[in-house]
């Protein structure tokens, strides 16, 4: 009992730490979907490239981990974790206040969420744009010889993809969720061995939509394109949206 309810109330702090962080005088009213990611999904801390940037001459050597950023993530982790462990009857959240004060904290956030698609190529070697638009593709056409109904149905290539997406495939699309506490659990669910950070991203659609036009809804009419024209269109038309 005692843990369920230190549980509740992080999970209190959490969400007021995220409520407290969007402006009170917006002109509209807030529309949040949320993404919970654990550390398979974490793609790269922009924080810790700027680090590299500012120390070419950096030393790093480790057969176990021969990408920099890998090393370093580790490394501010592991500090970070000490630093957390070192607190002693704090509230929630006091905590996190505190934590994301720390000169470690800005190095285990992730600069974006890889797509199922982005983890499925990210051992590739070499890989352009190109070669993930052919994934991508691929992925279609494969659907559809399978199952037939998608051509018979005259499913689009988004369609085709949001179906794959749903029933667990590695496709080019993120799943949001309306609910805090499903995102939250997805950010948990960790393996065994990895005792890693998980993550909870929290996207206000109507503030990037209407205030900033980061956003635009898919019509009905551009949801027919082919998945080429429509990741060109929208790389051209907005900037990739980081939080």
């Known amino acids: 009992m005692e843990n369920t ?15 407290d962080s969007f402006e009170r005088d917006c002109l ?33 050597a480790n057969k176990n981990m021969p990408n920099p950023q890998e090393f370093l993530y ?3 982790y592991n500090e970070f974790i000490r630093e957390y462990k070192e607190l002693k009857n704090v509230s ?22 890889k797509s199922g698609a982005a983890i499925r190529m990210q051992n590739l070697k070499n890989r352009s744009h190109i070669d993930y638009i052919n994934y991508i593709k691929n992925l ?29 495939g590695a496709s080019c699309l993120v799943d949001f969720s309306n609910n805090f506490l499903i995102s ?8 065994k061995d990895d005792k890693d950070f998980g993550y909870l ?9 209407i205030e900033k036009d980061n956003l635009s809804m898919l019509s009905h009419s551009k949801s027919k394109d ?8 929208h790389n051209k038309k907005y900037k990739v949206y980081r939080r």
């Open 140 to 168: 279609i056409d494969d659907a559809k010889y399978r199952f037939s109904e998608y051509a018979a149905e005259n499913y689009s290539d988004i369609e085709i993809l949001a179906d794959i997406q749903h029933k667990g």
């Open 92 to 113: 929630p959240l006091d905590t996190l206040e505190h934590l994301m004060k720390c000169d470690n904290y800005k190095y285990t956030v992730p600069e974006y969420i």
């Open 184 to 191: 939250l659990w997805f950010a948990t669910q960790t393996n």
């Open 201 to 209: 991203f929290c996207y206000d659609i109507n503030v990037e939509m």
């Open 28 to 60: 509209i009213e807030p529309l949040f979907i949320f993404r919970g990611i654990t550390r398979r999904y974490f793609s790269s801390s922009k924080s810790i490239n700027e680090y590299l940037q500012l120390h070419p001459n950096l030393d790093i």
């Open 226 to 233: 082919t998945i080429e024209k429509f990741i060109v269109r």
């Open 74 to 76: 580790k490394k501010f």
């Open 5 to 19: 309810i230190k549980g509740w109330q992080y999970i209190s702090a959490i969400f007021q730490r995220m409520l």
